[in-house]
């Protein structure tokens, strides 16, 4: 173990986290029945909420998660990785758009007889993500459910709920704590727990205030979590409208509107024309509920919005008639929790005719692997690295030692400068973003005398079609170089989702000092 990189790595840490990880270490709560409070039997959803993506082929009886196929073998079935069991234990397929009520019913039934030998099931994010798919289901179903079913699955659902109270993420914080505490309040309605409503009502409010921007954005600065954070925030406002029990409840339903459209006003900001979101940090299509789903949501719900200018997300938007780009010049907001950060600052991806042109290499696994080592790594984003070091120190996965400090020069809608110190003493680098009438310009510095490497990752579909020290042409536009002392092309594969691989080509451009590279039609 490297101790200076451990030690850079604790320094950002919460107190609060380091108490939690060595609370639960030495005792963990368990899973005990009881009887649930009986108070829901007349509640009801009357607005809808997104359903699932499809996980379930009920006529072959297959799971499909992240892109990998398998039948049932039991609920602790890691064959195809933590990630894929997790999902496994969240039973998304409950509320998918085909599902039959009576497989629903089925395959809850068989969860709880199976509950006592379930490790992974009992893990606070599954019940969170779990409950809440259970809640949906009886709520949409539950004539067809029946009253005496509906007591044991309750007692059930209940006693899951009280495990999660005592074992909430705080040694994890971030998006795990958010959606623990979305969770549980949605339970106080459902249960009418005065008592739970209270404690989590407040930790609700208060985490929504912590990790929600004043521009709007979710401070792990993932657009991929903002949707699945907002989707859960809707079905808060959702739950708290359709099911009134308690006084102060007005109140929090004004803020959890009030926070619902300041991120819907963010995610206005940062999609493309066509309405996809930008691949930064740890993204991927096919998780999220896709952005034109969540403006639909809220419609439903009546939470009207204004787009917001991306500001604190470190975010910027930049447009011609011709090209679309969205640059990054954050500095790392949520400091203490880093997990899904990336080494990527000075990122970008570029649209052309709407088309992507510079894409990110996205995110394929969560294993502790090479190949994630490698997708947080600088070499994976288009950005450069100073004798091939990264510009945040990330490492185990989801660790992130060292990090980056970004100043920004000059912020304008056409026009940004930022440096940042990353590299320490291999020197400062300073980048310029620069939106043109028919192009996009990149000018590098750096003030050292270290080889640096440029990388442009460009889309599947982008086809090199010359390349000379002066210039690359292919079937989408053309990049001229200036002041590069070597041009090479390389194989390389992007993700766009989980475990899904496209071929693609990377550029890779070595200099000293400074560059610049201008991208045209």
């Not at 359903?51 to 890691?78: P, Q, T, V």
Request: hydrophobic share 40%.
């Amino acid at each position: 173990m490297n101790i200076k990189l451990l030690l850079h790595t604790v320094y950002h840490l919460r107190l609060i986290q380091v108490v939690y990880q060595v609370r639960y270490r030495l005792h963990k709560p368990l899973y005990r029945a009881t009887i649930a409070p009986v108070g829901i039997i007349n509640k009801s959803l009357t607005i809808t909420p997104i359903a699932r993506y499809h996980c379930l082929e009920m006529s072959r009886g297959i799971f499909s998660f992240l892109n990998k196929e398998d039948n049932f073998k039991d609920w602790n079935d890691i064959g195809k990785g933590m990630l894929w069991a997790y999902n496994l234990n969240y039973m998304d397929w409950l509320n998918q758009e085909d599902v039959l009520v009576i497989e629903g019913i089925r395959w809850i039934e068989r969860f709880i007889k199976e509950l006592p030998d379930n490790r992974i099931g009992l893990n606070p994010y599954p019940i969170a993500l779990r409950g809440v798919n259970w809640m949906k289901f009886i709520l949409l179903h539950r004539e067809e459910i029946g009253e005496r079913r509906l007591q044991q699955w309750n007692d059930s659902l209940y006693a899951q709920y009280m495990l999660l109270n005592k074992t909430l993420e705080y040694h994890l914080m971030g998006n795990h704590l958010l959606e623990d505490v979305y969770s549980l309040y949605m339970a106080s309605l459902y249960f009418e727990d005065k008592a739970l409503f209270y404690k989590i009502s407040y930790v609700l409010l208060r985490e929504l205030k912590e990790q929600i921007l004043p521009d709007g954005a979710h401070y792990e600065q993932s657009p991929m979590y903002h949707c699945i954070l907002l989707d859960r925030l809707l079905d808060c406002y959702n739950f708290s409208k359709n099911i009134q029990c308690f006084p102060e409840q007005e109140m929090v339903n004004i803020e959890l509107k009030g926070f619902a459209r300041r991120m819907l006003g963010h995610l206005e900001s940062i999609i493309y024309i066509d309405g996809t979101i930008p691949l930064l940090n740890d993204a991927a299509y096919g998780i999220a509920p896709e952005p034109k789903e969540l403006f639909v949501y809220a419609k439903r719900l009546n939470v009207e919005y204004k787009i917001i200018p991306m500001r604190e997300c470190g975010y910027r938007k930049m447009r011609n008639k011709y090209m679309e780009a969205i640059v990054d010049i954050g500095n790392i907001m949520a400091s203490y929790q880093p997990g899904h950060t990336h080494a990527d600052t000075f990122n970008y991806e570029l649209r052309i005719g709407d088309k992507p042109f510079i894409v990110d290499t996205g995110i394929s696994t969560y294993n502790k692997n090479n190949r994630r080592q490698y997708e947080r790594s600088t070499a994976a984003h288009n950005t450069l690295t100073v004798n091939g070091l990264n510009s945040n120190e990330v490492w185990d996965g989801f660790r992130l030692g060292k990090r980056a400090k970004v100043t920004c020069l000059e912020d304008t809608e056409h026009l940004i400068r930022a440096l940042h110190d990353g590299f320490g003493k291999y020197g400062v680098h300073t980048r310029t973003f620069q939106m043109e009438e028919n192009c996009f310009i990149v000018t590098d510095r750096v003030s050292s005398e270290y080889q640096a490497v440029n990388y442009i990752h460009l889309a599947p579909e982008v086809q090199v079609k010359c390349v000379t020290a002066e210039k690359i042409v292919t079937n989408q536009g053309v990049i001229s170089l200036s002041d590069a002392q070597s041009v090479e092309i390389a194989d390389e594969t992007v993700s766009t989702t989980y475990n899904l691989f496209l071929p693609s080509k990377t550029v890779k451009i070595l200099f000293t000092k400074e560059m610049r590279y201008t991208i045209g039609k």
